[in-house]
C-alpha cells in the first residue's frame, strides 16, 4: 500500500512521522504539497521592508505534548524554548488579565454584568445590553467574526468575560475545556518557542527526507483522486478544496487577516509582567484582535497587531496606534510595515453543518480518501498530532 499525503503543514509531517513509527516503508510515503514552500505558516512574511512571523505564537503548553514530542524526535538540534503565558484583555480603555474574576474588574467594566450572569450560560439565548460598555464594544467589534451575532457569540463568549463566565465544561472541544481550566486557575500554561519557526521547517523536513519519506511541491492533492493507482489519499489541509472540486461550494463570507509590526522604545510591560498577547476589543479599531510580544520573544523591541477585517482596505494604522497608546501610553511606537491582506472564509453554524454532510457523501464515494479533521481553516497546534493519529488510525480500519 502507498500513502499520498496532501499537505506539507504541520498535519502532513506529522501523519508521515506517524506512519512511519507504525511500521510503514518510508519508501511507500510521499507528500504532496501544491505551492513552493514547505511548512507555509511557520514561514516568516514580509512587513514591506522587515520580515518577521505573521501572527504566530508558538505552543501553547499544556497542550501541545504529543506534537511537540513528535517534532522533537524528528528536530533534534532545535531547542524549545520555555516562557509563560501571561494574556490580558483590552476592553475599551480598560486592561484586566484573561483569567480575573468580576471583583477584580474595574467598576465600569463590570457595571451590570452579575446581574446577567446566568443569561450567558446558552449562547444561543443571548440577548445583549447595549447600554453596558462590554456590549457596546462587543457590539462594535463581532462583525470581524461574522456577520450574525449568534454565530460569532462564542468567539466572545467567555474570551471577553470575567472568569465566573465559563466555556461549555462539557464542550467536545479540547481547546475549549483547556482554557477553562486555565480561567480556574487549575493549570499554569506557559509557551514553548524555537530561536526560529523557518529553521525548525527546515529540519523537520529534512529529518523526514532522511527517513526515505519523498516530497513532492508544484503537485496539487486534487490530481490524485483523479488517477487510477490505488494509493490512499490522506488529506491533510483544509477540506474546503474538496467541496469546490464537486460543485458542493459553500459560499460563507469573506474576512481578511493582516499583521502589522511596531518597534517600541523598551520591552512591553503591563502591570508590571512581561505579556504574551492582549485579546482586544476596542471600539477604535474594531478589525483588531490581538497584540503579542510573545512572537518575537527573540525581538523585544518589536510588537506585533494582527486583524481580520471586512474589507482589504480597512485597518488603519493611526488607530491602532490609539489604541496601543491607550495600553502603553508610556511608550513610544513606529510603524514598521503590514503584510498584504490575506483572505480568509467565515461560516455560520449552518454552513459548517452543510460542509461536514457534503465532505461525508465525498468521503463514502472514494474510499481511497481519508480526511483530517475536517479543518476548515487554520487550526491550533495542540490539534496538529490527534489529527494526524486519526487519519493514521482510519487508515487501518
Ligand atoms: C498567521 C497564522 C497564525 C497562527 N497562529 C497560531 C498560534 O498562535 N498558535 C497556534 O497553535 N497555531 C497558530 N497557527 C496555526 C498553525 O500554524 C497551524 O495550524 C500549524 O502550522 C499546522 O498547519 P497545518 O498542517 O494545519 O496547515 P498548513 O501549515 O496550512 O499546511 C497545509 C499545507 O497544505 C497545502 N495545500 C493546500 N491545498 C493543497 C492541495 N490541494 N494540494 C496539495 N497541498 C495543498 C498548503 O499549501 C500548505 O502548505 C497560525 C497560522 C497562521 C497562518
Known sequence: MHYCIVGAGLVGALTAKILVDEGINPSQIAIHETSHLLMPAWRNSDFGSYQA????????????????????????SSILHSYPTKRFLNIGSFIVPYSSPLDQWPADLSDGLSHDLE???????????PSSYLFSHILNCFR?????????????????????????????????????????LKLTPYYLSPSSFPQLADELFSALLQLGVSVHTGSNGLRLLEDESKSKILWTTNAYPLLNSVGKVVDGSTRYLSSFLFSIDKPPFINQSTFSEILVVNS???????????????????????????????PQVDSIHMVLKQIFPDYHFGYMGKTLPRQVKRFSDT????????????????????????????????????LARSVVDSCKS
Open 53 to 76: 512571523l505573521a501572527g504566530f505564537h508558538g505552543f501553547e503548553m499544556p497542550r501541545c505534548e504529543e506534537t511537540v514530542s513528535l517534532l522533537s524526535s524528528l528536530c533534534t
Open 119 to 129: 443569561r450567558f450560560s446558552n449562547p444561543d439565548s443571548v440577548i445583549v445590553n
Open 144 to 184: 470581524r467574526y461574522n456577520e450574525d451575532l449568534k454565530d460569532a457569540f462564542p468567539l466572545f463568549y467567555p474570551w471577553f468575560f470575567p472568569r465566573e463566565y465559563s466555556f461549555d465544561p462539557n464542550s467536545q472541544d479540547e481547546g475549549h475545556r483547556y482554557q477553562q481550566q486555565i480561567r480556574d
Open 284 to 314: 477604535r479599531a474594531p478589525w483588531l484582535y490581538r497584540v503579542s510580544a510573545a512572537s518575537n520573544i527573540y525581538n523585544q523591541f518589536q510588537l506585533l497587531a494582527e486583524c481580520i477585517s471586512l474589507t482589504e482596505e480597512e
Open 351 to 386: 454552513d459548517l453543518r452543510l460542509m461536514s454532510a457534503a465532505l461525508e457523501e465525498i468521503t463514502a464515494a472514494n474510499p481511497r480518501l481519508i480526511v483530517a479533521g475536517p479543518s476548515w481553516g487554520p487550526l491550533n497546534m495542540a490539534k496538529a498530532a490527534p
